[in-house]
């Protein structure tokens, strides 16, 4: 059972333009929000994250947003930069104390120049 | 170059083999996560070491198996191999049990 959901498998966006990428989850117990990036024959690439007692989290281009009744969050990149093109992924972690993460699919981000 | 390391990079195994993953973490991390990421798929969770002991298990099979040494590198030992463990396993570690995880290159393994 997915309980974090990309439902994007692709985004293609024009460079300097907003991506806007998109998460879900299913777990009312997740308390912890990241995003990862990853390049081909690379591992993920810590970007940002979210805790659940914020709603909004800025880094630079990049914004996390948190909708804790919708459960849902978002990425927003901007501009968009042909280096951006990667393969973005959601990720949270529980309460428990484990801190292990539970990945989404994952989003391929292609920014044209 | 996220500091963690892992070998090798590509294996190549026929079912029913063992084979050894291993792992080294940042320098001064006390925990280490394995993952495994099958074809268009998420990366799954499958166990979590801090400082030497097991923390957390996952979606991990009977015939697979991990430990944490003394000096914090860890190995992932997968046996009894079938075509299914076919996947790309990655390893991470965070200073502590924090949730911000530092990935390593991964593994991708190939079973014949």
């Known amino acids: 059972d997915q309980q974090v959901k990309q439902n994007s498998p692709s985004l293609s966006v024009q460079e300097g333009r907003i991506s806007i990428l998109n998460c879900d989850y299913t777990?009312?117990?997740?308390?912890?929000f990241l995003w990862y990036k990853k390049y081909p024959a690379e591992g993920p690439t810590f970007l940002i994250s979210i805790s659940s007692i914020k709603d909004k989290n800025e880094d630079g281009r990049f914004t996390v947003f948190l909708n804790k009744s919708a459960k849902h969050l978002s990425l927003h990149i901007v501009p968009s930069q042909p280096g951006d093109s990667a393969v973005y992924f959601c990720?949270?972690?529980?309460?428990?104390?484990?801190?292990?993460?539970?990945f989404g699919t994952g989003t391929r981000l292609t920014v044209i120049p | 170059d996220s500091g963690v390391t892992q070998t090798p990079k590509h294996l190549i195994t026929a079912t029913g083999q063992r084979v050894t993953l291993r792992c080294s973490p940042r320098s001064g991390d006390l925990s280490v996560y394995w993952y495994q990421q099958s074809l268009d798929q998420g990366l799954q969770f499958l166990i979590q070491?801090?400082?030497?002991?097991?923390?957390a298990k996952g979606n991990i099979l009977e015939r697979f198996s991990a430990q944490q040494f003394p000096d914090l590198h860890s190995e992932l030992n997968l046996s009894s191999l079938e075509l299914g463990d076919s996947a790309l396993y990655f390893c991470a570690s965070s200073p502590g049990l924090v949730n911000e995880q530092f990935f390593g290159p991964g593994t991708r393994l190939t079973v014949l």
């Open positions: 777990n009312s117990m997740f308390d912890y």
């Open positions: 070491y801090y400082n030497g002991e097991e923390r």
């Open positions: 990720a949270a972690s529980d309460q428990t104390g484990a801190n292990n993460l539970f």
